[in-house]
């Protein structure tokens, strides 16, 4: 077990989503004994409040940093305050729309913010034991209706997003070719669960059905996305870290193809059940077929055949039981919901950390 030599895990990007549900998976969850320095810049999408919990029941072993992976300087001072020996690195402009209308930001923080961490573990890299290097399966662009994503698989990334992660995983796998610096990289599919932003389609319908609003559907509908439960990935994420091989790309995916139409459908379905609308009939009414993303992505599977051989993972939540899930926590934590949706959460940051 590779991450039990590790005392300071840097986690960048830790209030997202995906990183703030790792961060509660490794503290509540596995034997991990060191720290965790979360470090976040706090944009739009990081929210400090998914941690509350994680900061009262660990202190101590959780310690949050308000920084820019961009800004070179900061993350050599708090790499070396903190006598940093790994990295799990999760920080990232993620939505593809946001991409699309201004993609400035993705260059940044995806490209150089990645850069930057990367030089700083190189030049620290006596007591470094491990650059974990977190990715999507967009890098491999889109499929027809056959055949999965394999480790294999060229690189052909079809949005600014996905063209920044590609090459963000390409300076992470140079870094380990060129200089020896220990990494591992993983290419997951769409993840879902707590603590998504509600831009991406799952906590975007849900919370639109439940209010009564339309239900944006792009093109179609037949798009094919492979889905995860998010804590799935985290337990991927923590085995590869454990056990995969330096130097080497694994994927991750649920085995779990879907059209959007038909997500959005059982959003519907599940919410009706839980609570039949008074007005307007069944949440169905609801769904509403806009313009289509530009460049949008036909089909994505992912091929993890490499993960389950080689290091025994499988995905253990089904997408019918993992959606309800979902559906449960938006409905349970309407609090969050509120303040994220009048940004309200922002302005709290403002107060707790200025800028
Ligand atoms: P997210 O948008 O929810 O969170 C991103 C986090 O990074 C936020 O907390 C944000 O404040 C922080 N951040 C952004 N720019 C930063 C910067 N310059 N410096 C420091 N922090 C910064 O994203 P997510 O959905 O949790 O995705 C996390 C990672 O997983 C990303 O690298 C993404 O590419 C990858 N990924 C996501 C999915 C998915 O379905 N969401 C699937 C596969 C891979
Ligand atoms: O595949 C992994 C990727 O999954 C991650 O790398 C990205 O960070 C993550 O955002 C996600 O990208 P997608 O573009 O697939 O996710 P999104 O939730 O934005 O869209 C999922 C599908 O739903 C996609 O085909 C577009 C469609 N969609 C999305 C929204 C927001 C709609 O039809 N309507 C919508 O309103």
């Not at 810049?41 to 400090?48: D, E, I, R, W």
């Not at 090459?167 to 992470?172: A, F, I, K, P, T």
Request: net charge neutral; charged share 25%.
């Amino acid at each position: 077990m590779e991450m039990q030599k590790v005392q300071n895990l840097m986690v960048t990007g830790g209030c997202g989503f995906i990183g703030s549900n790792f961060i509660h998976y490794i503290l509540d969850k596995t034997d991990f004994g060191g720290r965790i320095i979360n470090v976040d810049k706090l944009t739009y999408a990081g929210n400090p409040e998914n941690l509350i919990e994680i900061e009262k029941m660990y202190p101590g072993r959780y310690i949050f940093e308000r920084a820019d992976i961009c800004d070179f300087d900061v993350i050599r001072e708090l790499f070396l305050r903190y006598e940093v020996d790994a990295i799990c690195h999760f920080a990232a402009e993620s939505h593809v729309d946001r991409s699309i209308k201004k993609p400035g930001a993705f260059i940044y923080t995806n490209i150089i913010g990645t850069y930057n961490l990367l030089e700083t573990a190189r030049a620290h890299s006596e007591q470094f034991v491990l650059f974990h290097h977190i990715s999507t399966d967009e890098v491999y662009g889109s499929l027809g209706k056959r055949g999965l994503f394999k480790e294999t698989t060229p690189y052909r990334p079809n949005s600014p997003y996905s063209a920044s992660k590609a090459s963000s995983d390409h300076l992470v796998r140079a870094y380990y070719k060129t200089f020896g610096l220990p990494v591992t990289i993983s290419n997951c599919s769409n993840n879902y669960g707590p603590y998504q932003f509600p831009e991406k389609l799952i906590p975007l319908i849900t919370l639109n059905a439940m209010e009564g609003k339309e239900l944006p559907i792009y093109g179609d509908g037949k798009n094919v996305r492979d889905w995860l439960y998010v804590e799935d990935h985290c337990e991927a994420i923590w085995t590869i870290m454990n056990s995969g091989k330096r130097g080497q790309t694994y994927n991750i995916g649920g085995n779990m193809e879907m059209e959007n139409i038909v997500i959005v459908q059982m959003i519907c379905d599940i919410l009706d059940e839980i609570c039949f609308p008074d007005k307007g009939g069944p949440r169905r009414n609801l769904i509403t077929f806009v313009k289509d993303r530009p460049g949008h992505d036909k089909r994505y599977a992912i091929d993890f055949t490499k993960l389950h051989k080689q290091l025994n993972w499988s995905p253990m939540e089904s997408f019918e039981t993992g959606l309800r899930k979902t559906i449960r926590w938006y409905i349970n934590n309407k609090k969050w919901v509120e303040r994220v949706n009048s940004g309200e959460y922002q302005s709290w940051i403002k107060e707790q950390y200025g800028g």
